[in-house]
């Protein structure tokens, strides 16, 4: 019973966080759609932990107040950037290097069609009778069965249009959405679409079908003030064309996996899991730090040579265990990622100064720059899969960090042209 009450209270003050910045603002902005994720897990939490079914997992322990108290300082650290960011009152996003960023979207639109060729042969290999279980414990276990990992180049290809997708996914909206329409743009904005949807079939991620909506949505709620309404009606013919087949797809996965018998028990599981794990099973047992070898594997390769890439999750699963004394497969929410890595004080120490980053770089509202639009982009869609977990890790994360540094730089001197 105390643990339930714990619950109740922790998903209580987010949703009292959510209901004050609603009263304040009255916009349905980036900022309700992020606490509006975590306001859901919350409550699932609760839901999950008074479950008949939950006491007999393994996932089953005894809450506590401290770690919920240290999470929400840790998220609201992290979030509050992007609720004073009013994403529903952008005007204009410039970008004054046009040629620039042309050339970009014409290599991304190359990288886009060959990532898009490879995938097909796994997609043929399926053939209709799929073991969504079985797929998901495949994909864990290795990448063998991916033919062009045998292949360095496509290999290499397939990795950068991995890491590159949240970025690729932001121009595509932009380009197609807000710049003058031509055949380029729209190619590069479908192929972006296509090859999404097509990782997220043969890879069996139900997970990516809520969190990549949620991603389009709010890279929606910066650009509809200044789309037209023919476009508006694009998108929203867009939105129910993919979202339709891909629920029914979320539900085939869910029902394949667990039984129609156990399919809301598994669902409300998926959603509040994240915070019963981190307070029941690592705050409270966390012995040591993985020291950014974990997750930052690509940057931390260049400061120590023999850490290495994990082929397999399990391998980086066993590593973090060994290291810290937690099971390193289960969802512990983004601010989880980073106690593994740096423990609680560097960890509040970094949000802190990645708060003030955030700030100091989205304090624009009206008129924002490409790389400001970027940078939004990039990070809500780090925050939307970190109600679950920690998205940029390993090399394909990675690419993802390095990627926007290296579109910042390029972007950076940017200046607005005055228009009489």
């Known amino acids: 019973m105390y643990s339930n009450i714990i619950l109740f209270c922790n998903a209580l003050v987010y949703s009292l966080v959510l209901l004050i910045y609603?009263?304040?603002?009255?916009?349905?902005?980036?900022?309700?759609?992020?606490?509006?994720?975590?306001?859901?897990?919350?409550?699932?939490?609760?839901?999950?932990?008074?479950?008949?079914?939950?006491?007999?997992?393994?996932?089953?322990?005894?809450?506590?107040?401290?770690?919920?108290?240290?999470?929400?300082?840790?998220?609201?650290?992290?979030?509050?950037?992007?609720?004073?960011?009013?994403?529903?009152?952008?005007?204009?996003?410039?970008?004054?290097?046009?040629?620039?960023?042309?050339?970009?979207?014409?290599?991304?639109?190359?990288?886009?069609?060959?990532?898009?060729?490879?995938?097909?042969?796994?997609?043929?290999?399926?053939?209709?009778?799929?073991?969504?279980?079985?797929?998901?414990?495949?994909?864990?276990?290795?990448?063998?069965?991916?033919?062009?990992?045998?292949?360095?180049?496509?290999?290499?290809?397939?990795?950068?249009?991995?890491?590159?997708?949240?970025?690729?996914?932001?121009?595509?909206?932009?380009?197609?959405?807000?710049?003058?329409?031509?055949?380029?743009?729209?190619i590069f904005f479908y192929s972006t679409l296509i090859l999404e949807i097509l990782v997220i079939i043969v890879n069996g991620n139900r997970g990516s079908i809520i969190i990549d909506a949620a991603y389009m949505f709010s890279l929606f709620l910066v650009l509809r003030t200044f789309m037209s309404k023919k476009r508006i009606r694009v998108i929203k013919r867009l939105f129910v064309i993919t979202l339709i087949p891909l629920s029914f797809l979320f539900i085939i996965i869910t029902q394949s996996r667990f039984g129609s018998d156990m399919l809301v028990y598994y669902n409300v599981k998926y959603a509040g899991e994240s915070f019963v794990n981190f307070n029941g099973l690592m705050y409270n047992r966390l012995n040591g730090t993985t020291d950014g070898r974990a997750y930052f594997t690509l940057f931390t390769r260049i400061f120590s040579p023999e850490s290495a890439d994990y082929e397999t999750g399990i391998e980086k699963w066993d590593f973090i265990e060994k290291k810290t004394n937690v099971r390193g497969q289960y969802f512990y929410t983004i601010v989880g990622a980073f106690l593994f890595e740096f423990g609680k004080i560097y960890t509040m120490f970094i949000f802190l100064l990645?708060?003030?980053?955030?700030?100091?770089?989205?304090?624009?509202?009206?008129?924002?720059?490409?790389?400001?639009?970027?940078?939004?982009?990039?990070?809500?869609?780090?925050?939307?899969?970190?109600?679950?977990?920690?998205?940029?890790?390993?090399?394909?994360?990675?690419?993802?960090?390095?990627?926007?540094?290296?579109?910042?730089?390029?972007?950076?001197?940017?200046?607005?042209?005055?228009?009489?």
């Open 22 to 186: 609603w009263y304040k603002n009255r916009l349905f902005n980036v900022g309700v759609l992020l606490l509006s994720l975590y306001v859901i897990a919350a409550w699932s939490s609760l839901l999950l932990y008074t479950n008949k079914y939950f006491v007999y997992s393994n996932y089953y322990s005894e809450m506590s107040i401290e770690p919920f108290i240290y999470l929400f300082c840790a998220l609201m650290l992290i979030i509050s950037p992007f609720l004073f960011f009013k994403s529903n009152k952008i005007t204009e996003i410039y970008c004054t290097k046009t040629d620039l960023l042309l050339t970009i979207i014409k290599c991304l639109l190359v990288v886009n069609v060959i990532c898009i060729i490879i995938q097909i042969p796994t997609l043929r290999d399926m053939n209709g009778a799929i073991d969504w279980g079985e797929l998901k414990e495949n994909h864990y276990n290795s990448e063998e069965r991916f033919w062009f990992y045998k292949y360095g180049l496509l290999s290499h290809i397939n990795l950068l249009a991995t890491g590159m997708m949240p970025i690729s996914l932001a121009l595509s909206f932009y380009t197609y959405f807000v710049l003058a329409p031509n055949k380029v743009n729209k």
């Open 354 to 420: 990645f708060s003030l980053l955030c700030r100091n770089i989205l304090k624009k509202n009206k008129v924002i720059s490409l790389a400001q639009f970027l940078f939004y982009s990039v990070f809500v869609y780090l925050l939307i899969n970190g109600v679950f977990y920690f998205k940029f890790q390993g090399s394909g994360g990675n690419v993802t960090l390095l990627s926007l540094f290296v579109f910042m730089m390029l972007f950076r001197n940017e200046k607005v042209i005055s228009k009489k």
